[in-house]
């Protein structure tokens, strides 16, 4: 008999056994229908055998093996198999989350799979025709003509739109050698094609060190201070890679990001095939941008998080953008670092991984200190005449202040305007204010479901929970005590606009957050707007810290930093730091220096010391010691087991229990299990949460106990109402 062993999308961390009678080895990979129950699910077979545990009467037969899709790629299953043991998570789930969610549904079948799109692109004797040698009665072909000269292609969608003719039209030209069809690349083209930059000497060096190892596994950690040009170094590595007909992954943290990446690669390299991948695709473009990668014929992925997932058979760089951002890490489900994942794949691909950031995260550059990643630098902004903005903090301990404003503020942004360059004003509150306060009896608005005070948000007279997305009309009057004077506390995004409207209102103010880019299309019309110079003062949060380049911004402030100062979360200042080093890296970046103003109640408090300094190796190393004299990571490995349950005191009575049942071997000596504690946000979506955190001296000692743990808790009878996972690498407690 034959068997073959199916990875199901089923919370159970095992393979699935069919009969298949004509599978074979070369099968593995491949996707396959098979009953489960009474439903058909769609799997992928991860080995073929003529055994099974299961007695051979009792095994199911298989459905259809689908064999026009190639076979996953060996090393992509054997990341698979890496991630379900490493973050302790059912076999079945990971392959199935990993893959396009068309592949993972029932009844899809391939048949279905997008056609090739046929394009018409310009030809060299095409470029030199102008429109004047086309009749002018000729209205439809000039049109059409005109677009090509433009763009130098056209596609099915927009001839077609254009008129019924079109087509005719196109193979007119065709006749007349001005235009070739082709199949469509993968992707949308321009073709400006901007030249490669000389490198400056900082660039050279560190893509000469890249390209002198690009046949074996080396992680590299670039570290380039904002504007210093690291994209210039993906650039050029990736350019000698492409020439060898190697395929790259870029990762970067933020579908909002993506867009930007994307038009620089397509317009270097405007003849290699190139696909995004990220969730803001339809299913079926992201099954034909993945089909594109896993068949070779897309030479450049570019995408968020899940994209370390896309099979590639002939894998020559990973790049991750921005390593430090905490969006590499997914947060629920299958909760693993992309980042990491990258320098796995790297290292089984044995190819170069480049991990770029202005402030890398202490982990890498722990890595990098120790010796295992290579340290590239780049201290000087690429663009000459660009400087390093001037960054000082106002102390709002003396200072004046009008809604949160302090008078400095206020001077520098009028001199801004008078200036006619664009200010930034950074407050990470999205809302119009965090709180809404009783002043006689202290009441404050609270989410009903979560741990979480009801964020204002005046402009549709609304209380809204930030965690759960809860909406409550905001109340006439305290429905404690009935004091009509119940007022708006702190200040959010939309308060700032409002005040600022009323400080200058000439000016052009756009506020730019979750809430005002909501729509799809919102994000792009908003940084055309802000290009384009319309706009005077930006109002944002965190959305517009990362990696936009404006170029008519000279100034920043920052209003309300300080509360990350003496959180309870270990990773808070280091994210801080990051933030700030990033939005400071907005200001002056190209021809105009820049100022950064901090507002603060600590200006000693050594993070802005050193943010002053724009020091981050000064910063990270004192960081660094503080971590390992408190026994915190890089210097020791955590996971955490968290709990939710309707009551709190269940959650942690369950994990009570599983820490009566974790056996603290000899050769896990090095385990600390802590007591269960309420998480911080106890309350979340109905939920009570509790977790007990596990600290290991090595990665190893940690995932020995784990696997040996995990199992035991799995084993546990089921409870209603109750639900836990292991979280490996946490990067929140
Ligand atoms: P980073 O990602 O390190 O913050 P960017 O890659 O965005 O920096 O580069 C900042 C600016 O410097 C961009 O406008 C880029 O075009 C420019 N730039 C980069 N390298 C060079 C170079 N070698 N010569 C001239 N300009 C450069
Ligand atoms: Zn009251
Ligand atoms: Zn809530």
Redo the contacts with the bound molecule.
Sequence with gaps: MTVIHVALDVPVNRLFDYLAPNADSADIGRCVRVPFGNRQLSGIILSVSNLSSVPERKLKTAGLIDQAIPPLPQSLLELFEFCSHYYHHPIGQVVMNGLPALLRKPGYTTSRIPKQIQEWILTDAGRIITLSDIPARSKTKRQLFSLLLENGIITADIYKAMSPHSRKLLHEFKDLGWVEQRTALPGKFAFSTVPT????TE?AHAIAEILARIGTFTPWLLH?I???????VYLQVAASLLAQQKQILVLVPEINLTPQLEATFRKRFPNTPLVSLHSGLNSSERLQGWLQAQCGEANIILGTRLAIFTPMPRPGLIIVDEEQDHSFKQQDGLRYSARDLAVYRARQANIPIVLGS?TPSLESYHQARIGRYRLLQLHAR??SQAVLPAIHCIDMRVTPAQERLSEPILDALRQSLDQKQQSLVFINRRGYSPALLCKSCRWIATCKRCSSRLVVHLRNRQLRCHYCGDQQPITPACPQCGDPDIMPFGHGTQRIESALIKQFPNARILRVDRDSIRHKTAWQTMLDTIHQGKVDILVGTQLLAKGH?FPNLALVCVLNADSSLYSTDFRAEEHLFSQLMQVA?RAGRAHIPGTVLIQTEFPQHPLYLALIRQDYAAYAQTQLKERKSASFPPFVYLAVLRAEAPVLAEALEFLHQTAAIATIAKEYAHIQLFDPVPATMTRLKGLERAQLLIQAVSRKCLQIFLSDWHQRISALPARSKLRWHLDVDPLTL
């Design positions: 930059l000389a490198p400056t660039q380039g904002t504007g210093s040009g690291k994209t210039e202005a690429a663009i380049d890296g």
